[in-house]
């Protein structure tokens, strides 16, 4: 018969990406207490780049909305150590904005690994951001 392994996550095939992206968030960490910015609300950090994003939809050319992927490496001490694009929303202006407002951020809670003795460890979150066209 068919066997299931456990290490392999099998997620049904959705069409929609936000079930899928909601799971993964929630197999990410199963050990360790995540670093966290205000409060540990998973949206707090794209609500805070949304507040302070300023772009110009014309851009998007008639598109419904753009994505961007951003990764921001925290250190131990909950600062904010390196910020990438990992995926291009495709305006490098746009980019280059999302990582100047997460370079402003506050000092985050770094993660606690309770494997260990309570340390702080880095971490590393991955952070989509939405450009919609919808004459803002």
């Given at each position: 018969g068919a066997c299931w392994h456990p290490s392999k996550r099998g997620y049904?095939?959705?069409?929609?990406?936000?079930?899928?992206?909601?799971?993964?968030?929630?197999?990410?960490?199963?050990?360790?207490?995540?670093?966290?910015?205000?409060?540990?609300?998973?949206?707090?950090?794209?609500?805070?780049?949304?507040?302070?994003?300023?772009?110009?939809?014309?851009?998007?050319?008639?598109?419904?909305?753009?994505?961007?992927?951003?990764?921001?490496?925290?250190?131990?001490?909950?600062?904010?150590?390196?910020?990438?694009?990992l995926r291009s929303c495709g305006i490098p202006e746009w980019d280059k904005q999302v990582l100047q407002i997460i370079k402003g951020m506050p000092r985050w809670t770094p993660t606690i690994n309770y494997y260990g003795k309570g340390e702080y460890h880095n971490s590393v979150w991955t952070v989509p951001v939405l450009f919609k066209n919808d004459n803002r």
């Amino acid at each position: 018969g068919a066997c299931w392994h456990p290490s392999k996550r099998g997620y049904p095939k959705i069409g929609n990406l936000r079930i899928a992206e909601e799971e993964l968030k929630q197999s990410f960490v199963e050990w360790e207490t995540v670093s966290y910015f205000e409060k540990a609300n998973p949206y707090a950090v794209t609500n805070y780049i949304n507040e302070r994003l300023t772009y110009d939809p014309k851009l998007l050319n008639g598109k419904k909305e753009a994505k961007g992927i951003y990764t921001i490496r925290i250190d131990s001490y909950g600062e904010i150590i390196k910020v990438e694009t990992l995926r291009s929303c495709g305006i490098p202006e746009w980019d280059k904005q999302v990582l100047q407002i997460i370079k402003g951020m506050p000092r985050w809670t770094p993660t606690i690994n309770y494997y260990g003795k309570g340390e702080y460890h880095n971490s590393v979150w991955t952070v989509p951001v939405l450009f919609k066209n919808d004459n803002r």
